[in-house]
């Protein structure tokens, strides 16, 4: 996972840091738990799970809650 990282610019206009309150908009699969900061693959950009490396999906998209 060396060539993961953050999305440039997250640390200035991360909503989540406003307020805690916020939903996560992403969901992880593998560990079946909302995903508040994913983190971003520097090779092709898909948002992954912090915990597990799963690439995560919208939350909207997955038509629970």
Do not use: K
Not at 34 to 53: K, T
């Amino acid at each position: 996972m060396q060539n993961c990282r953050r999305r440039p610019g997250w640390a200035d206009n991360d909503p989540m840091a406003e307020s805690n309150e916020t939903p996560a908009e992403f969901y992880c699969p593998t560990c079946a738990q909302p995903v508040a900061e994913p983190l971003v693959c520097g090779d092709c950009h898909a948002l992954i799970c912090r915990q597990c490396g799963t690439p995560v999906e919208r939350i909207d998209e997955l038509g629970i809650g």
